[in-house]
């Protein structure tokens, strides 16, 4: 259930409700909407109507939330949320890049497409130095020399970070070396790991499952919110369908679907999704038609010796190609383009 609080709500009336609600079993999590105060109340028990916190002073009405996942509900959150990844914003007006190798492989290799990304206009670098593979034999990425490169590419650029995690124990090690934590499709109903990186409080990138319902999905952000972690971003990955002629197949209609059930912001992944370079532009303007806060891009400057995921891997000419090709689309659905695009291009050159 949620408890809405009046416009003109004391924080003592908050904090007695937020007492209440413990004491009957409950875990509050305040929410700070647009003038006023929603306590979002999830528990085990059942909730009973009345539940007597209707005549608490400062409270506005109580509503129970039908959906089965609570904090990311957008009944129990309207508007939209923002994720703040320092002054980087997640879920605004601009449409957020992250773009980068499937993995680190060297130094050499991670700033050579950082540099090229952020001149493109990219606000994120993404790079995996844990990769969750599907064979014991394929590389499984550098590891903690894979983060330190990560890094060194922050310090160079200025380019946020985001990369993968695979297991709990090793989160506090991940978030020592990046600005967004990413849980990857095959993780996503690890529940011990969605646990510890909501604990950690980082910011979160929350694949969807290879084969996970929206309804599953978003359970799992549950997961992290639950932890008192609001700083979560969902991507659509595409799922696995009957059509083998694309590695799988990027939900668009989950693009809507999510942002009308949750308040969280939503990016797509056109790359994981097609298996192919080829396919990332005209997948990347129809998921900004239909709404995405932003978009991963796998890029590699050889594509052709990647370690990882080279056939869908676009290099930098083709990144700066995608992102012209979004433009139109961006500014045609409301959204704007990376700021200083245009002048890091220029600055560059
Ligand atoms: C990735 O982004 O590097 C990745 C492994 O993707 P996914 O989890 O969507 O397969
Ligand atoms: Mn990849």
Redesign the pocket.
Known sequence: MIVVMKQDAQMEEVEKVEERLVEMGFSPHRIQGTGRVVIGAVGEQKVVFPTGLEVLAGVEKVVPITAPYKLVSRQSKEASSVVRVGELKIGGKELVFMAGP??VENEDQLLTIARSVRATGAQVL?G?AF??RSSPYSFQGLELQGLQMLKKARQETGLKIVT?VITPQEVDLVAGYTDII???????QNFALLREVGRSGMPVLL??G?AATLEEWLMAAEYILAENNFQLIL?E??IRTFETSTRSTLDISAIPQVQELSHLPVIA?P???SGSWRLAAPLSRASVAAGVDGL?I?IHHKPDEAL??GPQSLTPENFENLMAAVAPIAAAVGRSMPGNAESRITEDL
């Open positions: 499937c993995a993404r995996g990769k969750p993968e990413q849980v990857g499709a095959r993780n996503m694949k969807r290879l991507c990955r595409g992944d790359c994981h999704s991963l796998e990882c995921d």
